[in-house]
């Protein structure tokens, strides 16, 4: 039998329950959603602005077939000595003035005539000369299918680098590669500064996971006297800033033996596998390690035929040295299914990206090579966000996204940014782990916002370079019979006779970067777009 206190207690406590799900229940419906809500030109909440006057041609955007709302934005970017790249910055005026109906199809002559003076936003000083990456060396494994399709994104980060790229190739259904289609791919290459060496495979009896392999001795036996580190890649492995990347490399000696890597972004593929480096994130090998796995190269060649080339090159690392993975978080397999958006949207600067190939929610590839146009007009500023008045985040290269009904707000203290918002597919568990599938990777992360209703998102469709700037286009369906909505910002470099326009970013406001080892090094290289577990010949 209870005694009267306890009784009283357990009473209390009940009550409290109840108040306390009255209150979460009240916070629900004060940032619900209105059923009615539509997202078209309200969510954009701009200023009237004055006519244009700027001449630019309409784009040739193939996805708009009738009327849409068309925004325009000028930007100038300027950049900042001793400046750091945020998360996120705050910024105090509107991103867009409000967007008009138009139909440049039916009326070519049509023009826009409400825009606005432009923006001035600050970044990081950056170099537009391409680095020297002659002490690294890239090796993949494929198809010649997929090797030419790969040419315009491998050019956007590794040409005119001084760095060798090694490939191994092989024809459909591991037939023969046909010798004049590799040669063809070798010199298009060599001519976009990529400095290529295309081979057929080093034993016509090796499976995919032994080609794979046999690039350590391929790049091992090819090594300049300073050559520091080899580096085993896919052909949608995507390096967005090479300065960046070199920096991480030169934090670790190359004297001594380094396995670096990124692992599954799910932790069923790494309890599967092991701790490796997953090779859609760059596997990096020290020289003096690939010394070590070349000495016992026969042996581990044998052993790599368990289906994946990565598995094989963990195997052998830990055969025959005691070295261990170096997790870098910022290279990025990408297991991750479903819409992605959370880590494109993060304003965490990658060191690699991957399964760009299959990147949208639907299974079409990200434009990659495009996305990426604007570092060449504001180094590493890809990927990096703003947030405009109206609850606005500029997601650079990826998205705009508006947030309508206080959704920022959802939380007491406001919807937490520097968190990854989780909206890929449910994950494979690992049973009676505590971890939740991302924890060792992603984290921290959030829920994912309701699309159309807590957040409309406008995604990157296009980039163009024009003379003096680049222009982006975003894209959003509009729902039923209602138009499209397409929202440009055209990026131009800074100069005097503009400055006077500029408005302030809000540096004290912004959130710290969570960019690991590429925080503090800001410069990025111009050049032109980026799979589960396997690394080899194909997606």
């Known amino acids: 039998m209870f005694s009267r206190s306890r009784l009283t207690a357990v009473l209390v406590f009940i009550v409290l329950i109840f108040i306390g799900l009255g209150i979460h229940l009240q916070q629900k419906k004060q940032w619900k959603p209105s059923s009615d809500w539509i997202p078209d030109i309200s969510t954009i909440t701009g200023d009237r602005g004055h006519e244009c006057a700027d001449g630019l041609a309409w784009p040739d955007l193939t996805i708009v077939g009738g009327p849409v709302r068309y925004a325009r934005q000028e930007i100038i970017v300027r950049s900042k000595e001793g400046l750091e790249r945020q998360s996120i910055t705050e910024i105090s005026t509107s991103l867009f003035p409000n967007p008009q109906k138009v139909d440049w199809l039916a ?33 993949i494994s494929t198809t010649v299918d997929r090797l030419e399709d790969s040419i315009p994104y491998l050019e956007r980060w590794l040409a005119h680098t001084g760095a060798q790229l090694y490939v191994i190739a092989i024809g459909p259904e591991e037939s023969s590669p046909d010798s004049q289609r590799m040669e063809e791919a070798e010199s298009k290459m060599q001519d976009l500064g990529i400095e290529v060496t295309i081979a057929k495979p080093l034993n016509k009896k090796d499976v995919g996971s032994q080609r794979y392999f046999s690039l350590t001795r391929l790049m091992y036996s090819n090594r300049r006297e300073y050559t520091k580190w080899i580096t085993l890649i896919d052909d949608d492995t995507f390096f967005p800033s090479m300065p960046s990347l070199l920096a991480m490399l030169e934090e670790h000696d190359d004297s001594k033996e380094w396995y670096i890597g990124g692992l599954s972004e799910e932790w069923w593929s790494v309890a599967r596998y092991g701790l490796m480096g997953f090779g859609g994130a760059g596997v990096f090998l020290s020289i003096t390690l690939a010394e070590v796995m070349d000495a016992n ?21 830990y055969k025959y040295s005691r070295t261990k993975l170096t997790h870098i978080p910022e290279l990025h397999q990408i297991d991750l299914g479903g819409d992605v958006s959370g880590i494109y949207e993060s304003g965490r600067l990658p060191l690699s990206l991957h399964h760009w190939k299959r990147g949208w929610w639907d299974g079409s590839a990200f434009p990659i090579a495009a996305m990426h146009l604007i570092s060449d007009i504001c180094g590493d500023c890809f990927l990096q966000r703003w947030r405009f008045k109206g609850d606005m ?16 707000n959802k939380f007491q203290k406001g919807l937490d940014l520097s968190k990854v918002e989780k909206t890929w597919a449910p994950m494979r568990t690992v049973e009676d782990s505590v971890n939740r599938g991302t924890d060792h990777d992603v984290g921290p992360d959030r829920p994912m916002l309701e699309l159309e209703k807590e957040k409309i998102q406008y995604r990157f469709l296009d980039s163009v370079k024009v003379d003096g700037g680049i222009r982006q286009f975003y894209h959003h369906y509009g729902p039923d019979d209602e138009p499209d909505t397409i929202l440009e910002l055209y990026w131009t470099e800074n100069k005097d006779e503009l400055g006077k326009s500029e408005v302030e970013s809000h540096a004290s406001t912004a959130v710290e970067a969570e960019d690991g080892p590429t925080e503090s090094h800001k410069s990025q290289t111009s050049g032109t777009e980026l799979h589960s577990h396997s690394n080899q010949d194909q997606d």
């Open 297 to 317: 190269y026969d042996d581990c060649r044998a052993r790599s035929d368990t289906g994946s080339g990565d598995v094989g090159i963990m195997e052998c690392v």
């Open 393 to 408: 985040i500029l997601s650079n290269g990826y998205s705009v996204a508006t947030y309508p009904h206080g959704a920022l």
């Open 107 to 139: 009326d070519p002559e049509a023009q826009l005539t409400n825009c606005r003076d432009p923006i001035t936003l600050e970044v990081p000083t950056f170099s537009r000369e391409p680095v020297n990456a002659s002490h690294v060396i890239f090796g």
